[in-house]
């Protein structure tokens, strides 16, 4: 447990975790596509998705003649196949693959990737799916050819490392970038401009989009024929954000957690961005308490709590390499249930604020939460980069936002989220060849993500900006949204607007 204080935070790959769980005419999609001088599906443009695969069979993702309409799939978790070139683990299957598998009396001989979870099925089939009047379903760009890289669970190792229990759904940060790299090198063999979805996201990190894949990200941005949707998180109602101010006469502040019954193993981060140091104290349900913990290089504290059979581990880095700030590490092992109580001190006597925040997604239950908690600053990472499309869910019924939607800024102030997008109850195809709704920020990502595919047609197919990059993209759908007249913009909770793909072309008029 204690690699984690010899080796820096940097070294171990961060969790995600997925961020899901009609609305065309919101988005300006069915006008755009209904004007003959538009008429945009998505034609010519990859659009890619790094999440848990895909239901290939499903007819979402078939042509007319029954062939598929994904280039190509990689899916990590599997051995015994081809990996993809450049790359060491799993099996890729290509279109004539895939093609074969369809047409056998039993594809998963032949192509043996599934979805098991759903949630890269649903992405793929609202950014992207076959329409079918039937069902009352229709992707936003149908046109568009599929890319999908399936994730393989997080390593043993690396979950034990952050006390995270291994029958949670939760991904590396590592095998997230490999999985864009693959798609983007699909895109540069095939010479197609690219749209990425990412639809999974974490709360560690600082939230300032300094930590690796966020940096890697926000440099993809500004790549010509490459633009990148993120989903924002459905962290905004949550409570696992804390905001604390440390002023004067003693520069301390006391907040308190509630663990629930079932997290017995999880873990929070404490971020501190001031030039001024701080301390962490923790007080058990018991009353047991640990010693005043102070910064330093390279420490990792044990505690064996005496009344309980609670062990915490404890890292206070004075310095986190890749941003410069101070972080807390907190690793609870066998959790007593109950009110833990948490004090900081800034041991330079000077006003400073700092952030803590427990786990996104699944890795907690409900029942484990702050007392006074923030709902701001809440935005999962890599969703907190200037450059990309970071897109929050509201109700396109009665345009309200989502509760659940992550709110921001980032810590630096970047606006973010960006936008926001139809997220509730989106129909959208689920395995097994079957349809229903999804609703959630990797919904609103996955729609935002075919709204770009249209306009990177018209850009880039259609020789009206061959060389736009995703932080342009990101610009015309921020000038182009829709606003309301009692809203002031940007802010925390819509961000600069609804994206509206009609006013983007209004404003280039």
């Known amino acids: ?54 239901d290939y069979e499903h007819r979402a993702f078939r042509n007319a003649d029954g062939t598929t309409r994904i280039y190509s799939i990689w899916d990590q978790t599997l051995e015994g196949g081809a990996p993809p070139q450049r ?17 056998a009396a039993n594809p998963t001989s032949i192509v043996p990737t ?16 076959t329409p079918n009047m039937a069902e009352e379903f229709q992707g936003v760009a149908p046109e568009a050819e599929l890319v999908v890289v399936k994730l393989k669970q997080a ?59 966020s940096e890697y990200i926000n440099n993809l941005a500004t790549y010509p024929r490459l633009a990148l949707c993120i989903a924002a998180g459905n962290e905004g109602n949550n409570r696992r954000h804390f905001r604390g101010d440390l002023m004067s006469p003693d520069f301390y502040r006391d907040f308190e ?14 971020w501190n961005y001031s030039p001024f140091r701080i301390t962490i104290k923790l007080t058990s349900p018991t009353g047991e308490t640990t010693q005043d913990i102070y910064p330093r290089l390279n420490d990792c504290l044990k505690y064996n709590l005496i009344f309980e059979s609670t062990i915490i581990y404890v890292n206070n880095f ?23 109580k948490i004090r900081i001190v800034n041991i330079d006597s000077q006003p400073s604020t700092f952030d803590a925040w427990l786990p996104s997604g699944s890795i907690i239950s409900e029942d484990t939460f702050f007392l ?63 349809y229903g709704s999804a609703t959630g920020t990797g919904a609103a990502a996955a729609l935002a993500s075919g709204i770009t595919a249209m306009l990177m047609e018209w850009a880039i197919n259609r020789g009206n900006y061959t060389t736009i990059t995703g932080r342009e993209i990101s610009n015309l759908m921020v000038r182009g949204a829709a606003r309301s007249t009692d809203i002031t913009y940007p802010n925390p909770i819509w961000g600069n607007g609804i994206i509206n793909i009609l006013g983007v072309f209004e404003s280039l008029s």
Request: aromatic share 10%; proline share 4%; glycine share 10%.
């Open 372 to 434: 006074e908690s923030t709902p701001d600053i809440t935005v999962t990472n890599p969703g907190n980069t200037r450059y990309t499309l970071t897109v929050t869910a509201y109700n396109q019924y009665n345009d309200s936002i989502l509760a659940d939607s992550s709110r921001g800024f980032s810590i630096p102030g970047a606006v973010v989220p960006d936008l926001a997008a139809p997220g509730y109850q989106i129909t959208c195809p689920l395995t097994g060849n079957r």
């Open 1 to 54: 447990m204690c690699a984690l204080g010899i080796q820096p935070y940097s070294s171990f790959p961060l969790l995600f975790t997925l961020n899901s769980t009609i609305s065309l005419e919101k988005s300006g999609v069915s006008i755009i596509q209904g004007n003959p001088n538009f008429s945009l599906f998505g034609q010519g443009i990859l659009i890619g998705f790094v999440d848990t695969g895909i």
């Open 318 to 340: 004075v310095l986190e390499e890749d941003t410069g700030a101070q972080l807390i590490i907190v690793r609870f092992q066998q959790a007593e249930a109950g009110i833990w």
């Open 155 to 213: 390593k043993e190792y690396n979950r034990k490392i952050f006390s995270v229990r291994s029958d949670i759904d939760c991904y590396q940060e590592s095998d997230i970038i490999m999985g864009i790299e693959y798609i983007r090198s699909v895109a540069a063999q095939l010479s197609k401009p690219l749209v990425l979805c990412i639809g999974v996201g974490t709360s560690q990190g600082g939230h300032s989009g300094s930590d690796l894949i």
């Open 114 to 129: 599934r979805d098991d979870n759903g949630h890269g099925t649903m992405l793929a089939g609202i950014a992207a799916g």
């Open 257 to 270: 957690l509630r663990i629930g019954d079932h997290d017995t193993d999880f873990f929070f981060e404490l």
């Open 87 to 103: 790359f060491a683990f799993g099996s890729e299957y290509k279109k004539h693959q895939i093609n074969i598998a369809l047409s």
